[in-house]
């Protein structure tokens, strides 16, 4: 199962680099859905062996990362009737070529780390940091408040990649906390979208800083 | 001896069969019964008759281009191995540099031509392919680095029957983004679909086709022929990658790379079926997507 951990690491990769270049907000939601999905798969992969509660974390996390979070956030966006991020601070392309300089910036810094030597083989660490760094990148650039959303569940990605280090150690009550968190607050900021949505007819993040406090 | 030889005659006569079967793959998608699949044949024979029409303008620059262009994409062809065979030019050190820039070399004389004829259409042409190939050409030697890292050689050769005898966990990611890197640089260079559409009748969108509409007869038949060779020559680089294939006898090695060359073709007619071509603007996204894909496998490979 190890052999399969390095592709599934790189589709992960390559997930981010699609992310990070489609204006299309429903195509981005999928994607990071689908890496969800990925990194959902990857407690087995790194286990090697089927038991139960790598399982129940597997089918959770791809239940909740893969279906439910981007069921939400499309329906959110079906309410919302937008379509696409149109202006992002850093374009699209730029964005692009920032992510890869991350990643080759990630694979050189991992292998600074003082790790265990289990953990120098595969690519889970620059995975993590080259991840989280696209995920930034989608958080801070876009304007409309899905975008950024999708940019947090991307950081959460790159943040459980990490996670996959300690999957010996880490108790499964840790685990499931983690996704019910990423789940709630998923669920808020949707109900805050269609408010902000409500609020200014339009869900660009900019127009918040025109609210004041009454006096 | 006898390879070099069916190299030759492959490289000289199976191209324009390439173009057949893309128009074919097209008519099937589109419930066409289409051309018949040795129709760019006979489209070269007729305009191998015709006369040609000089514009007054126009000066030896004009008239040399087509056969410059035909020169070094043939020369092109010769430097690079088909299959597992060696190729009719020696194979040396370095000659992946002169193998990319006999493509500069046509380019240039294509490009300096569509200026000469002094007509504002093909200049806009001219500035868009030059545009488009500033980005392919990195994709195309990232694409290089990666192959000369695994292989260790500089020679197209080495380079391109190595990559997949180095360990499967190290080569497959890389190899699988160069392979995609070089179909786009495939696509964009041989101005197909989502780059160019080869069929456009609108010299406002066009980008090659634009390039070449002063020239008549047997030239143009010329340029046509040369554009199939070249899709001929950057198909055999990207089946290195995507398709190697060796077995224990060269009759069964030349049948299979004619049925990879045919498959090549018809992918591409497939893409051209499914795909709308891209907005001129949104042109260099895909091929700094296919520049980022190379670097990114020479990035795993530097680890």
Redesign the interface.
């Known amino acids: 199962m190890q052999v399969l951990l390095d592709p599934a690491l790189i589709l992960v990769l390559l997930l981010n680099l699609f992310a990070l270049g489609n204006s299309r907000i429903t195509s981005v939601i999928r994607i990071v859905g689908f890496q969800g999905a990925v990194l959902g798969l990857m407690p087995l992969i790194v286990h090697g062996h089927l038991g139960a509660m790598p399982f129940l974390v597997a089918a959770a996390t791809v239940c909740l990362k893969g279906i439910v979070i981007p069921w939400m956030l499309l329906r959110a966006m079906r309410e919302a009737q937008i379509r696409r991020e149109m202006e992002p601070l850093i374009g699209f392309v730029p964005s692009m070529v920032l992510a890869t300089l991350g990643t080759g910036l990630a694979l050189a810094f991992a292998r600074q780390l003082p790790l265990a030597p289990a953990h120098l083989g595969p690519l889970l660490v620059p995975a993590s940091l080259s991840t989280v760094f696209s995920g930034f990148i989608l958080l801070t650039t876009r304007f409309k408040a899905i975008s950024q959303v999708v940019g947090y569940l991307m950081l959460e990605n790159g943040i459980f990649i990490f996670g996959m280090l300690l999957v010996e150690a880490m108790p499964l009550l840790v685990e499931l906390g983690v996704l019910l968190d990423l789940f709630v607050g998923v669920f808020v900021i949707t109900i805050i979208v269609n408010q902000i949505q409500a609020a200014f007819s339009s869900m660009d993040t900019r127009k918040l800083s025109s609210i004041k406090e009454q006096t | 001896m006898i390879h070099s030889a069916i190299h030759l005659v492959l490289l000289l006569v199976f191209p324009p069969f390439m173009l057949g079967v893309i128009n074919k793959t097209k008519a099937f998608f589109g419930g066409r019964v289409g051309p018949p699949l040795l129709q760019p044949y006979r489209d070269l024979a007729r305009l191998m008759r015709k006369g040609l029409v000089f514009s007054t303008t126009t000066t030896w620059v004009f008239r040399a281009a087509p056969l410059v262009t035909l020169a070094t994409v043939i020369l092109a062809g010769l430097l690079i191995p088909l299959g597992p065979f060696s190729s009719p030019v020696r194979s040396f050190e370095g000659d992946l540099i002169l193998f990319t820039y006999l493509f500069g070399l046509a380019r240039f004389f294509t490009t300096a031509a569509a200026l000469d004829t002094g007509s504002a259409f093909e200049g806009m042409g001219a500035a868009r392919e030059v545009t488009f190939a500033c980005l392919s050409e990195p994709a195309l030697f990232f694409g290089f680095l990666v192959l000369i890292k695994l292989s260790g050689s500089f020679a197209l050769a080495t380079m391109l029957h190595g990559p997949w005898q180095a360990p499967w966990?190290t080569a497959?990611?890389p190899l699988v983004?160069v392979g995609v890197g070089f179909f786009v640089i495939l696509l964009a260079e041989n101005c197909r679909i989502p780059v160019d559409d080869p069929n456009t009748h609108l010299e406002l969108t066009m980008i090659h086709e634009v390039m070449v509409l002063d020239h008549s007869g047997p030239l143009f038949g010329v340029i046509l022929y040369a554009a199939s060779i070249k899709l001929f020559v950057l198909g055999s680089l990207f089946l290195h990658i995507a398709l190697p294939f060796k077995s224990c006898h060269p009759a069964v090695d030349w049948l299979v790379i004619l049925g990879e060359m045919t498959g090549l073709a018809v992918a591409v007619g497939s893409v051209e079926s499914v795909m709308a071509r891209l907005q001129m603007r949104h042109v260099?996204?895909l091929l700094?997507?296919a520049v980022?894909f190379c670097?990114?496998g020479f990035?795993?490979l530097?680890?």
């Open positions: 966990t497959a990611a983004l260099p996204t700094i997507g980022l670097a990114f990035f795993l530097l680890r």
